[in-house]
């Protein structure tokens, strides 16, 4: 019986032109993030199972690929549950094992400190369509910043890298987890309660106002109040102008500062702006993660259906592995829905230099070999991408496969 050829259900194999996307993005990703000055590091992708499931990573925790104890540690027998079978686990997200690092190395980091990672994470979750159970994320951070510049930084470098890959039609969406509880504490809900709450307004965008509206009375929640708090949501998005005017109805209930933190990130945003992008403040962006405690964002496009980017002001995570409270903000780009996109438009990797094939005869050995590998390697030394291979019996069908793989240029050596 033959081992099984198809790689494990949520995992993909990826071939060369796809890789070579990938790369092209990734180089992409440095170039533009560094102009930024945001610094590359790595974590590694096994995390102690005590970070993992520290209630700070939402439903992520219920996804978590476990990692059982190893040797004399692992004790089948007197195993009451999980807890006593693993000590690790994959990671699920790169903004866990940031904190962890940030907290381990705060004396060697400059402050504030602005993080760039790319690496695959790992969730047991349903696959579908530009959702793996491995899959590669990119985050940038900034970690010490308890200003709005972090945001105004972190959405502008962002855009410019989609700018650089050939996204321009789009929409950034932009919240506050202080209007959330605001809003919800103006409209009668009790503290308790809020999280039931947004998890039912997070899902205005795929039921409407109105399945919105029937989901909270049927959770039990008072007319009036639900009516109240969806009242808020009349002409829910907008900029600066939609801001004033909710603040002025939720009063003291919102935060001093916070509505002209927000109207600053998207004044100042549009200001310096790269594209035509748009962006929107909407109040009934909810953002799953427990850990968010301020700004929230969102990048949405058209053509995907869903989101492609997100993120948002984390203060708290920090202070859980090193006692002090430490501001943190990131965002992070959907890298396996952006190459998703990529792929369905036919995207191909513009060649600065072009791409050329040696084909040579099977005959052709000793003085003249060595001649061709010359010129080979002093074309590569220029620049130049040069691919040597023997010719096939079928030349036509070995052409068409470079002409596929963007071998523009082709040459053909005889004896």
Request: glycine share 10%; charged share 30%.
């Amino acid at each position: 019986m033959s081992l099984p050829r198809k790689p494990v259900t949520g995992m993909k194999d990826i071939l060369p032109g796809e890789m070579e996307i990938r790369n092209y993005v990734r180089g992409k990703v440095r170039e533009v993030y560094g102009r930024y000055g945001f610094t590359e590091i790595e974590t590694p992708v096994v995390e102690h199972i005590e970070n993992l499931c520290s209630n700070q990573g939402g439903e992520n925790e219920k996804l978590i690929f476990k990692i059982l104890k190893r040797g004399e540690k692992l004790d089948l027998e007197n195993a009451r549950d999980s807890s006593d079978l693993a000590d690790s686990g994959l990671r699920y997200d790169l903004t866990l094992p940031l904190s962890r690092y940030y907290a381990a190395h705060i004396n060697e980091l400059q402050s504030p400190f602005k993080a760039l990672q790319m690496g695959n994470v790992f969730r047991a979750d349903r696959p579908q369509k530009g959702r793996f159970r491995q899959f590669m994320q990119c985050d940038i951070d900034i970690l010490g910043d308890a200003t709005n510049l972090a945001e105004i930084e972190l959405i502008l470098a962002t855009t410019s890298l989609l700018a650089e890959i050939g996204f321009d039609s789009y929409t950034v969406r932009i919240s506050d987890r202080r209007f959330l509880k605001a809003m919800a504490a103006y409209s009668g809900f009790a503290p308790e309660d809020y999280d039931r709450v947004f998890i039912i307004l997070d899902k205005m965008d795929k039921i409407g106002l109105d399945g919105v509206r029937e989901e909270l009375k049927e959770s039990g929640f008072e007319e009036a109040v639900v009516d109240k708090y969806l009242s808020l949501f009349d002409n829910g998005s907008g900029g600066s102008d939609r801001i004033a005017g909710l603040k002025e109805i939720l009063g003291e209930e919102l935060p001093e500062g916070t509505a002209e933190s927000l109207s600053g990130i998207i004044d100042c945003v549009n200001a310096s702006k790269r594209g035509s992008f748009k962006m929107v403040f909407d109040p009934t962006l909810v953002r799953g993660m427990s850990y968010y405690t301020g700004t929230i964002f969102e990048i949405s496009m058209d053509e995907f259906g869903s989101s492609v980017a997100g993120g948002g002001r984390y203060d708290g995570m920090v202070e859980r592995f090193m006692g002090n409270k430490v501001p943190a903000c990131g965002f992070s780009i959907g890298f396996e829905r952006i190459i998703t996109i990529l792929l369905d438009r036919g995207f191909t990797v513009p060649e600065e230099n072009g791409k050329e094939a040696f084909l040579i005869d099977k005959k052709i050995k000793g003085e003249r070999l060595s001649e061709i590998m010359k010129e080979a390697e002093e074309r590569r030394r220029s620049g130049s991408t040069v691919l040597l291979s023997r010719m096939m019996k079928n030349k036509k069908f070995q052409k068409d496969n470079l002409n596929a793989a963007g071998y523009t240029e082709i040459k053909e050596f005889f004896e």
